[in-house]
């Protein structure tokens, strides 16, 4: 369908465009989702280079600057054990996108291949993965996640595997849908016609013609992982201190609230603004790729 | 309509059987022995033995899969918490109402804000208020429910002092609670109202309505709201389950006795039958709720009811 009609769609008043470009340019009209991707631009940065970016090292303490509200000398402030609050997040930023990101990973390689069999064999297949799915699906994804991560224990890629598992069967349900409704399609006939495998049509033919709504779940899927890890490492089932994850410094300074709210303050908004712009990049990404939005 | 009904709960059997599985195999598999841990550290090698022998710890995997299953079906019997050494299900009997009132509370304030949110941001879309909504709305989306809980606490029960921030007996204490829940669910029912209210109203039979001189109000109403619902009530029940794990998080910031609290305390304490068994309550009843939603089905879209008559 998305081949058919990008070629019609594009050519029709304006210069042509290659898909990426195209897509580039319809989301370059929302600016919600541009200040979302300017955002992320800048929170994988500071992952990068948070070495270099970060004022102090994540677990340098201070025992005679505890507490401390934000100064020229913390910008954010110190935590109970006197750590700088803004390295702190600098580092943690590593942590969130890196579990975001393989969490979906995982998800997108597990649901997407069973998905991709479900719908493209149909049939015996279909049924079996898809009543499997269904029994996931009948978990809520955070509790699945918490299931799981409870009896793998904690650590980094625990947390990963379980936030990945506990997303898995959406994204089975999503591929087999644009696999299914790709199928029946005569470019793919056509291929079969010439002798290509299956392997081969699935891998060249059918994937890429659904990309589309994977693109746009799988950005919206590293917020809620990335929310879900937050959430894990919240109730002490994630990263582990002194490791800066921001679920866990807002778990840690959840007992000084009282006193010193800016140790939750800066951890939670940054999760938010995390989330808030991932989520502002999926929308507009889902506008600029369903051809029938176009305005 | 009896057929649809006795289907979709017949259905339900395999669903909770395999949910049972997962919670099971993730328990058989999870590091630590059981006898050792009921037993506690200071029992004999012999006496553990024979609690293995007599609780079947060392038959082979279905076998025990199978006696959980029975057990679970005819005593009502899952397990037994490593730290109180009572029986799960009766914590969780005990626990659980507060977690539905919290996550019932949470649903019908999503209802009450969201639906009306989304219709008018519908009938005035890409007005201001649309687009305040629908920013308001991802902002929502966004936020984490234990960080809202959190600063709720700061601004209302510290700085203010208007509300309590623990407990739920009484009805000031509920607020905060269900509030800080609800914010997710909040947007999502506005976004879905707003989505599925555009969709209807281009249709054909609403320019109809109109065009017979109908009222305004009667038409976004009765002709459009009656059709846009639909989708909105599915995603309702969806929502209860998300309420329900987001529960988790909400008690234990609230210190709400309920089946999150429990769990995680048992997370911390490794007491794992107790997570599980936490788990599979949470799921059976999320099955259930979406059970009803598609019972409800049928009395509100009359094509489900032409199918099966």
């Given at each position: 369908m998305s081949v058919k009609t990008k070629t019609n769609g594009a050519s029709s008043n304006r210069k042509q465009r290659s898909g990426l470009a195209e897509v580039m340019f319809r989301l370059k009209k929302s600016p919600l989702?541009?200040?979302?991707?300017?955002?992320?631009?800048?929170?994988?940065?500071?992952?990068?280079?948070?070495d270099v970016?970060?004022?102090?090292?994540?677990?340098?303490?201070?025992?005679?600057?505890?507490?401390?509200?934000?100064?020229?000398?913390?910008?954010?402030?110190?935590?109970?054990?006197?750590?700088?609050?803004?390295?702190?997040?600098?580092?943690?930023?590593?942590?969130?996108?890196?579990?975001?990101?393989?969490?979906?990973?995982?998800?997108?390689?597990?649901?997407?291949?069973?998905?991709?069999?479900?719908?493209?064999?149909?049939?015996?297949?279909?049924?079996?993965?898809?009543?499997?799915?269904?029994?996931?699906?009948?978990?809520?994804?955070?509790?699945?996640?918490?299931?799981?991560?409870?009896?793998?224990?904690?650590?980094?890629?625990?947390?990963?595997?379980?936030?990945g598992i506990s997303a898995t069967p959406r994204y089975a349900r999503i591929v087999r849908s644009s696999v299914l409704s790709i199928r029946g399609m005569e470019f793919i006939e056509a291929a079969h016609a010439v002798g290509s495998s299956d392997f081969r049509i699935i891998m060249k033919h059918i994937i890429p013609n659904s990309m589309a709504p994977i693109i746009v779940q799988s950005t919206l899927g590293v917020a809620s992982a990335i929310l879900n890890a937050a959430g894990l490492s919240f109730i002490g089932l994630g990263i582990q201190p002194p490791n800066p994850e921001w679920g866990a410094m807002l778990s840690g300074g959840r007992q000084y609230i009282r006193d010193y709210p800016h140790l939750t303050l800066y951890p939670g908004l940054t999760i938010m603004t995390t989330i808030l712009a991932l989520n502002f990049l999926g929308d507009g990404l889902r506008d600029a790729l369903d051809p029938k939005q176009r305005r | 309509m009896i057929r649809y009904i006795l289907r979709r709960i017949l259905f339900l059997i395999p669903v909770i059987v395999g949910v049972a599985f997962c919670v099971f195999t993730l328990l058989y598999f999870t590091p630590g022995d059981p006898a050792r841990m009921i037993l506690g550290d200071m029992a004999t090698e012999e006496a553990i033995q024979n609690f293995r022998e007599a609780e079947g710890l060392n038959s082979p995997f279905f076998v025990q899969f199978g006696n959980y299953i029975y057990r679970a079906v005819t005593k009502g019997d899952i397990g037994r918490s490593y730290m109180t050494k009572r029986p799960v299900m009766n914590e969780i009997m005990q626990a659980f109402p507060a977690t539905l009132k919290l996550s019932f509370f949470a649903i019908l304030i999503s209802i009450v804000i969201g639906i009306p949110c989304g219709i008018l941001s519908a009938i005035k879309q890409y007005s201001i208020f649309d687009t305040v909504i629908m920013i308001l709305a991802m902002v929502g989306l966004s936020m984490p429910v234990f960080w809202l809980g959190l600063l709720m606490i700061i601004l209302f029960s510290v700085h203010l002092g208007w509300l309590p921030s623990s407990g739920f007996d009484t009805f000031s204490a509920m607020i905060l609670p269900s509030l800080a829940l609800a914010a997710q669910s909040i947007s999502m029912v506005t976004r879905m109202t707003r989505s599925s209210m555009l969709e209807v109203v281009n249709a054909d039979?609403?320019?109809?309505?109109?065009?017979?001189?109908?009222?305004?109000?009667?038409?976004?109403?009765?002709?459009?709201?009656?059709?846009?619902?639909?989708?909105?009530?599915?995603?309702?029940?969806?929502?209860?389950?998300?309420?329900?794990?987001?529960?988790?998080?909400?008690?234990?910031?609230?210190?709400?006795p309920g089946v999150g609290r429990i769990m995680v305390e048992a997370i911390k304490t490794r007491d794992f039958p107790m997570v599980q068994g936490g788990v599979l309550a949470i799921a059976i009843v999320f099955s259930v709720v979406n059970l009803a939603v598609d019972v409800l089905y049928a009395f509100i879209d009359p094509r489900i009811k032409a199918q099966y008559k």
């Open positions: 989702a541009m200040f979302g991707l300017g955002i992320i631009a800048l929170i994988v940065f500071f992952a990068i280079f948070a970016v970060a004022p102090y090292k994540f677990y340098a303490q201070d025992l005679d600057h505890m507490f401390e509200t934000p100064s020229r000398a913390h910008l954010l402030g110190t935590d109970e054990f006197g750590r700088d609050i803004l390295s702190r997040l600098i580092y943690g930023a590593r942590v969130s996108l890196q579990v975001g990101f393989i969490a979906v990973s995982i998800a997108l390689i597990a649901g997407g291949t069973l998905g991709a069999a479900a719908g493209y064999y149909g049939g015996k297949t279909d049924n079996i993965i898809m009543r499997v799915m269904d029994v996931l699906l009948a978990i809520p994804q955070t509790l699945l996640a918490i299931a799981i991560a409870a009896s793998l224990g904690p650590g980094l890629l625990n947390l990963m595997i379980a936030v | 039979y609403i320019r109809t309505a109109r065009s017979k001189g109908q009222k305004e109000s009667v038409v976004i109403l009765r002709h459009a709201l009656y059709n846009a619902l639909i989708p909105v009530v599915t995603l309702c029940g969806l929502q209860f389950g998300q309420l329900l794990s987001g529960a988790i998080l909400t008690e234990s910031i609230f210190a709400i």
